[in-house]
């Protein structure tokens, strides 16, 4: 079945390092990919998303690329901020017409003045 | 108020009470979503409502109940709920139940005793 896996966190990076949460995935048919993020005590907020092969995704700085050779998702940003502290989630759309999101485990993401 | 709220935003139940989780869409969207997210599994849909009706049913135990009177709102009935029940519970929308994009609410955090 459809899958999405996601490297284990938790990440702790310093203020303004480079930031990249792998993500690839296992799917039947052409999925769309996201990325969603949640913050402390909230739910997830959509960051970014790609619906076919090639297409880029970004949003306040991040960055993540479809790539159907390698069926991979992976999110990136050139200088991380201690706000971007939060969980990030990568997701697809699974088959079928039935709106179902299949995530990933989701990635930790800790920044340090 | 605008997007996706959700209330209550936190609850505590005992296991033999009956209590419901409110959802309602300020965006105008046609499909609604519950899902449940525990610590240290990805989340997990559970319901999909598109025009009012089920559309997916993952395999969720009978002591959760969804409920959708209008495409506005979404609620989830709970009743003789189990310790290991104690999650986030999250509802999203999306304008269609397709591959469209799926907006989150806060979410309500659940704890059974």
């Known amino acids: 079945g459809d899958s999405v896996t996601q490297m284990e966190g938790p990440v702790t990076l310093s203020e303004e390092a480079f930031l990249t949460i792998n993500c690839t995935y296992t799917?039947?048919?052409?999925?769309?990919l996201f990325w969603y993020v949640q913050y402390p005590g909230e739910g997830l907020q959509l960051l970014l998303k790609a619906t076919k092969a090639d297409d880029k995704g970004s949003n306040k700085g991040f960055e993540a690329t479809y790539r159907k050779e390698t069926t991979s998702f992976h999110l990136e940003k050139g200088s991380v901020q201690v706000s971007d502290s939060a969980v990030y989630f990568c997701a697809l759309t699974g088959s079928g017409n039935t709106g179902k999101l299949i995530f990933g485990q989701g990635t930790t993401l800790q920044v340090k003045p | 108020e605008t997007g996706v709220t959700q209330t209550p935003r936190h609850l505590v139940m005992g296991m033999t009470n009956k209590k419901s989780l409110k959802c309602e869409q300020h965006l105008g969207h046609n499909a609604m979503y519950w899902y449940k997210q525990s610590a240290k599994k990805p989340l997990e849909l559970m319901f999909v409502?598109?025009?009012?009706?089920?559309?997916e049913n993952n395999s969720v135990p009978s002591r959760f109940s969804p409920e959708c009177p209008n495409s506005s709102h979404l609620f989830l009935h709970l009743h003789t709920l189990q310790p290991e029940d104690s999650a986030l519970y999250l509802c999203?929308?999306?304008?269609?139940?397709?591959?469209?994009?799926?907006?989150f609410g806060p979410g309500t955090r659940l704890t059974v005793l």
């Open positions: 409502y598109s025009l009012e009706e089920r559309v």
């Open positions: 799917a039947t048919g052409y999925p769309s």
């Open positions: 999203a929308s999306s304008h269609d139940s397709l591959t469209d994009t799926q907006y």
